[in-house]
Structures are given as structure tokens and as C-alpha cells.
């Protein structure tokens, strides 16, 4: 694993290409609903216990990475769309969309609050923690 020297993103490979920005998980909940923040932290709370795992702000998005990126966060006006990778696609009513992606299914689930991340998407979400740690 490599961190950034400039933005301390942490990354599989040293010296990968990517866009330095200067930006905080925080910065990404401005202007975003309470209920959202509140989603945000239980999400944490379930899955940073996974070890390795570091979470790090690009652009408009927060990345959680183990040997690679695994989970992809993007805080929407009303929801946080939470988007993971597997081999295959998972055949489950959760998904907002499954998409191919190289050798790989985007999977993602959209949630407006704490309560909606239940038992049954942190069992997915792991998944796409352990796909990616193959």
C-alpha cells in the first residue's frame, strides 16, 4: 500500500495516478441533511472494525481501501449511495443498479438513513471487502 504524500490518500499501488485534492470527509456532508451524517457514522461504526481498511475524501467522494478500493461513498442531496465491487453480479432486490465493470459488478445500494443500514446490506458490504482482498 502506498499513501500520497500530498493528499494521504492511501492506494494499491505507489505513485498512482489520481487527483491530489485537499478535501475532508466533512467537506463532502456540507450542505447535506443531518440524517445523512448520522448514516455516514453508522456506516463507519460497521465496518472499520474490518482490518486492513483506510477511508480517505477524493473529489466528491469518500473511498474505503483494503489491497484496493472496495467501497466507494457518495453523499447525495438526499442519500448516500453506497457502491462495492464483486465477481459477480449478486442477485438481490437492494440494488439501485448492478453495472460491469472490467472483470467486475458495480453494485449499488442507496441509503437515506442510519436505520436503512441494517444487518443485511453491512453482510453485503462485506462481500465487496472481502471480494477485494482476493
Request: net charge neutral; proline share 4%.
Amino acid at each position: 500500500m502506498w499513501t500520497c504524500p500530498k493528499c494521504e490518500r492511501v492506494f494499491k499501488t505507489p505513485n498512482q495516478m489520481h487527483s491530489c485534492v485537499n478535501i475532508t470527509i466533512d467537506d463532502l456532508f456540507i450542505d447535506r441533511p443531518d440524517h445523512l451524517v448520522l448514516a455516514f457514522d453508522a456506516l463507519l461504526n460497521a465496518v472499520m472494525g474490518w482490518e486492513p481498511n483506510h477511508v480517505g475524501a477524493s473529489k466528491n467522494a469518500i473511498v474505503f481501501t483494503n489491497k484496493k478500493a472496495w467501497l466507494i461513498v457518495r453523499p447525495m442531496k438526499k442519500e448516500l449511495d453506497l457502491k462495492f465491487y464483486h465477481g459477480e453480479p449478486i442477485d438481490d432486490t437492494i440494488f439501485k443498479k448492478i453495472t460491469e465493470y472490467r472483470s467486475a459488478y458495480a453494485h449499488h445500494i442507496r441509503i437515506r438513513d442510519e436505520q436503512q443500514l441494517n444487518e443485511h446490506i453491512v453482510e453485503l458490504l462485506r462481500k465487496g471487502y472481502d471480494y477485494a482482498m482476493k
